[in-house]
Every structure is written in structure tokens, then in C-alpha cells.
């Protein structure tokens, strides 16, 4: 199983980034999955989830979307109205046997 992400990077405060997690090696249509963050200092936290429903951690309700394209084995993360608190290392994970993970990218943003 290997998910590569994608999509990261420096904004300032208000803008919009999409990250992208693309799986191989792993039933994509019928996994649950996710995106965690990890801000320097801190544990790394629950943003989104998909499975049947979704969820947001309340921080980021309103302004993230998760998503997913079974076709391209895709998971996705768009994110508006940037804050700075949302910086942090951003991981997508997949459940199927185990929890996987991917590699991380980094989401930095600028007052």
C-alpha cells in the first residue's frame, strides 16, 4: 500500500489550497479514510474523516471539504479561508487491514 500526497505549501491567511492523497495497493472504494495535521509541538489531530458520513473537527467545519474520487483511488482535502493556526504537517490516511499513512505535506500560512 502507498499513498502519496500532494498539494501543499506557503499562503497567506485567506487563501485556498487543495491537498491530494493518491492510494495504490489498497481497495479504495470501500476503505475509510481521512486527513490528520500535526503542528509543531502538538499531537497529531483528527481534521476530517469520511466513511459513510463525514466529519470535521470544529475548527475547520465551514471551510474544509472533504472528498474522495474512487476512480483515481483519490482522496482530497480542500481548504478555504486560510488561518494561521491551521499550519501544521497535513496526513492522509487510509484504513484497510492496518491504519496507513501518508508521507505528509506541509500547509504554511502567513499572517
Known amino acids: 500500500v502507498q499513498l502519496v500526497q500532494s498539494g501543499g505549501g506557503l499562503v497567506q491567511a485567506g487563501d485556498s489550497l487543495r491537498l491530494s492523497c493518491v492510494a495504490s495497493g489498497i481497495i479504495f472504494s470501500t476503505s475509510e479514510m481521512g486527513w490528520y495535521r500535526e503542528a509543531q509541538g502538538e499531537e497529531r489531530e483528527l481534521v476530517a474523516w469520511?466513511?459513510?458520513?463525514?466529519y470535521y473537527d470544529h475548527l475547520v467545519k465551514g471551510r474544509f471539504t472533504i472528498s474522495r474520487d474512487n476512480a483515481k483511488s483519490t482522496l482530497y482535502l480542500q481548504m478555504n479561508d486560510l488561518k494561521v493556526e491551521d499550519t501544521a504537517m497535513y496526513y492522509c490516511r487510509i484504513d484497510g487491514d492496518r491504519p496507513y499513512w501518508g508521507q505528509g505535506t506541509q500547509v504554511t500560512v502567513s499572517s
Open positions: 469520511i466513511s459513510v458520513g463525514i
